[in-house]
């Protein structure tokens, strides 16, 4: 009997024994950790750079768009001109670039010598004076004009004589006409003053030329002569260098008015959906007046809020279960990409067991949606298994 009860108390002491180990083990094991959150990404709103009359809007509020999509256009008829007339200005500004980098051309070279060579020429013949043939056919020219002065004067004296003259039986008809008579004296006129040229021009070959025309026309092949050293020794190195300037130039308004013409389209910056349609075609742009608002479908994340308690549980990288209401059934995979370093007071907007004036963490758990199904703001759950990390080398995105 005394053996029974022994053993009885034995038992009964190995079960107590048990049930506390048991308990105490239950007591220190880690708990899951949970918490919720909602839905967040990025948004974004897009305007145009330029202030003009918009031509088209290409996308409707909740399509899907890809990065790089045109969404809407702005009217190009004033800026395509502009760009053809800073491409023109380019090309004529390239050609005096490669014209002063080539030099002067062989032939421009070989007039600028023939030109020195004929004002030579023109200088020796002023310094040498009139040749003697000049001054003998200078001298011919006085005599030949000297004997037709004469004959002509002979001519007229002899018509002037005759028309005194009365035939016989006509006392009132003259032997010469007034016409011979004035014809006669033109003539002389004319020979006469031909005289003077012909001795004007004799006086003149005689007194060789003038010193001013000697210093003029020298003055002219020092000119040549100096023109002709700068077409061989090419363009100045300075400007070679402000043509290549004004290119530089040139070509910085082309691509100016390329890239003004480039932001007449307004693309997206990344795979998004469509959330708000602001402007219409016709209305007036401006970087200041957005035509859409996108919301950005990748990353997406769990914005949650932790307690001070519980922030020590939790470490970046760390992978975590999310579930939604709307896909119960559905485990999205996440990591921790975000741990706020600052404390604040539980936002009115979230719920947790802990008091709402206790002090909690912003945490951001990243979720993998291919299938585009997380909505922005949908509350969800955040689940962390007891003592597991994920992988560290985990791209956490920014």
Known sequence: MRRTVIVGLLVASGAAAGAWWWLTRAERAPKPLALYGNVDLRQVQLAFNNSERISAVLAQEGDHVRRGQVLARLDQSRLEPQVAQAAAQVAAQWQVVERLHHGNRPEEIAQTRAQVAAQRSIVEKLRNGSRPEEIAQARANVIAAQAEAV??????????????????????????????????????????AKLTVNQKALELVLAGPRQEEIAESEARLALNRKALELALAGPRKEDIAQAEAQLRGNEAQLAFLKQQLADTQLMAPADAVVRTRLLEMGEMSSPQRPVFSLAIIDPKWIRAYVSETDIGKLRPGMTASVTVDSFPNRHFEGWVGFISPVAEFTPKAVQIEELRTSLVYEVRVFVKDPSDELRLGMPATVSFPPDRRGPQALEVPR
């Open 151 to 192: 004959n002509a004067r002979r001519r007229y004296q002899r018509l002037k004589s005759l028309s005194a003259v009365r035939l016989p039986d006509q006392s009132q008809v003259q032997a010469v006409s007034q016409e011979e008579l004035d014809d006669a004296r033109a003539a002389l006129d004319e020979a006469e």
